[in-house]
């Protein structure tokens, strides 16, 4: 049923209507209106016996998730930023144990400096915890993949964490189709645990495991993971046989068959760079786009092929390796052994900044002369960050740099971004 | 015990004023005497000789599952208990039982109940165990949460007041004076642990005003199951803190195990008591106290305490404690709480 | 594996009208948010795409705050902040000349102001000069609202006025959307607000354009 409607609570009815048996929530920016909406949901007496077990904090979240899903529980839970940090350790604790735990991940960048604004800074970080990471472009997308997540979850025995950009997606209104209860039943049975706590069948689960027989473990993690780089697009596949849209899958090209450049990323911002692309194309600027929606498992071969025809790739990423530059390039970078093209990363939108159809516009146009350093910081204001350098370069106390940009800009909140 | 002329008769048999088995109505005797007994944590693990935490963990379990007729799962912290029952391949467990981390049993033990009560599976119970480190340190959020929300679970605290597994460092529950391998006793002013407040688990439980608390020790058996049954004849979130001795960190004799865990509580140092709704309801008493030193001097992780000249200014100190728990919890007859 | 072609602001499907962009700017406290969202469900009640957001971060009251609608017949794709906004919608006057609230606002583009001063008295004649004067109104949008639902909540009401200002949507639309949100008594009051705002607009412009 079509609605307009914010995300997040796009998000809370579709878990709603996935029957998740036990919900953890703790609150943290930008998603605490997942968690609302789904507590709502279970007082209204609309989940049945679901469970809403509120935590004191993401830790205790995602090992009550741990705990549930390992009595044979569908189990759902939701954070962001600091929160997805806090609960590290658990993250990869519920891979290695098998836990088919679905995650809403409302990305936000990761402090210090705090900030609660939208970057992929968070799920970049783990993107090596075990979990599958798929990527939401707009919150019609965003509830779809939380059924098809339950599904792949539970088919494969591992956690999914389902991505959309905090604020810009979850506190966006925007039209959703919202599935049936019928429907989603349909597409989703009830779940059947690989391995369970249950007194009729005792097994132990958790044991320390040594040299001997740890590589095989993992490898095995890695095996499900490739294996779920088919899983994907079958699921996706049959999501839209059954729901009548596309939706999800590994990758989305957008003009991408004869473009000489292409411009990668991850989230909404696919949104803008497809209306810049559009532009381009009407100046007959051979440029198109490539959606990653699989982070992990990374979809080496379907990015491969998708840029085999290119000349140049523009990735443009939410987030910062400090110390090296890009995370999604480095990647990209792998799928492209043996072919030659230029390969530019952009760094863009680190802490909620916005990234504009103008900024990316001129972006794209030094991309096709080839006018781009191999590492570029979209809109960066050079001229702070210069003095900062200098500044420290002076030596003594130069005082924390945050503080003293933020001096410098004047009152932040008396300018509209 | 009384006989049939009403007498008073006092069992001396065992050395430790414990009756045995068979003296006992069978409904007295302890879970262990039957041949029917889960062997939760079987033979095989791995701890070491005179282990107070085997001890203790497997009369608990075999009680516990008496009490549920087997329908029980545990949610199990790491630490000496999860490593020595889980050598891989091999478990020692023989009810479903989970490992998560470290700082998380009880969370997972809440989660274990939530996913039982989505179920309607209420007649499974839960039970979360951990040593010291990991619910007075590093899982005392995950515990407080727990208590807080009142989630079904007996959480048992196996107390051997030190982090054993990783090679005895001090941990909220160390004792003042004690040594560990970070709290030696290096010159004059670091005679082993600080004088600290300490961390009262049990009484941090009864602040939560959870349904019930009690305190054990591996010298009274009966006790440690008796308090578990009761426990698990209870709803709701429930704590034993268990007196556990670790020849092995504490440098005491394999075979002193239990003699420590007597001495203990004969000396005051360690109150043994129930409560419910916050209050004490109950209290072990004393049956022939003893001065701190007999305690201490077994053990060599107090040995400097005992050196030439002896540090008489830290006994008393430590005296003053014990001192303070017999006039808290009336622990001698003819005293009140 | 691909979708069709979505629209964007470029393709325009013939006889459609162009995306039209609000921004509506406010502090704190008085409902700026709401507002762009209910903006979206009254043009999603016509049948058409709406994207609502906000521009602002942790809760706090009488700080600044921006949100933003876009609306039209093909399906938005992008996500930046309005730059060039077709009307801009102002609930508080104590902003005007701390923000730089006017920055991007279209040549053709609608100004409503929430102050029963009019744009003279606001000192933005200037603004008179850059735009066209007669889609630029303020309406005492706050004292309407303490009429007809008892609160100095003006953003329900402002919407009432944006639709008589621009025509950009029904009133109607906006009525639903209000109805919808804020149940019973509450959503009855705020509904009258929009109305009597609308009205009120309508009247200025019949003034203004000697129409």
Known sequence: MLRQLEGSAAVAETVGLCRPEVVCAYPISPQTHIVEGLSDLVRAG???????????????????????????ARTYTATASQGLLYMAEALYNASGLGLPIVMTVANRAIGAPINIWNDHSDAMSQRDCGWIQLYAEDNQEAADLHVQAFSLAERLSLPVMVCMDGFVLTHAYERVDLPTAEQVDAFLPPFEPRQVLDPADPVTIGAMVGPEAFAEVKYLAHAKQMQALDAIPEVAAEFERAFGRPSGGLVRGYRAEDAETIVIGLGSVLGTI?????????????????AIKSFRPFPLEEVRAA?????RVVVLEKALAVGIGGIVSANVRMALSGIALHGYTVIAGLGGRPITRRSLRALFEQAIEDRLEPLTFLDLDRERVEAELERMASGGRSGPHAENILRESGIVGARSH | MADSNGQRVRFYQVGSFAAG?????????????????????????RACQGCGEALGARYALDAAMRATDGKLIAANATGCLEVFSTPFPESSWQLPWIHSLFGNAPAVASGVA??????????????????DGGTVDIGFGCLSGMFERGDDVLYVCYDNEAYMNTGVQRSGATPPAARTANTKPIGREHPGNQFGQGKDLPRIAMAHGIPYVATATVADLHDLERKVEAAMELHGPRYIHVFVPCPLGWGAAAADTIKLARLVVESGLFPVFEAAGGEVVGVSKIRHQVPVEDYLKPQRRYAHLFGDPPRTDVIERLQAIADANIARYGLLDGETA | MKRATRGSTLNRVEGSRPTFEVRIHGRGGQGVVTAAELLSVAAFDEGRHAQAFPSFGSERTGAPVVSFCRFGDTPIRTREPIAEPDALIVQDPTLLHQVDLFAGLRPQGYVLINSSRDFSELGLDELSERFRPERLLSVPATELAREHVGR??????????????????????????????FRGAVGERNAAAAAACFHEVERERAVVTGA
Do not use: W
């Not at chain 2, 939530?114 to 209420?122: M, S, V």
């Not at chain 3, 003006?154 to 639903?176: E, H, K, M």
């Open chain 1, 46 to 72: 609309r989940l049945g016996s679901c469970e809403y077990v509120t935590v004191e904090s993401e830790f205790a979240a995602l090992s009550v998730c741990i705990g549930a899903s390992a009595t044979g």
């Open chain 1, 274 to 290: 497809e209306d810049t692309v559009d532009e381009l194309r009407e100046d007959g600027v051979k440029i198109g786009a490539l």
């Open chain 1, 307 to 311: 840029l085999a025809g290119a000349k």
């Open chain 2, 21 to 45: 088995n068979r003296l006992l109505d069978p409904e007295q005797r302890t879970v262990q005497a039957r041949m029917d007994r889960s062997n939760t944590l079987t033979s095989g693990h």
């Open chain 2, 114 to 131: 939530a996913a039982l009560r989505a179920k309607g599976r209420e007649d499974v119970r839960v039970i979360g165990q951990g040593g």
């Open chain 3, 152 to 181: 100095p909540m003006p953003n329900a009401a402002l919407l009432g006025g944006f639709a008589a200002l621009t025509g950009a949507l029904r009133l109607d639309s906006v009525i639903a959307a209000i109805r919808e949100r």
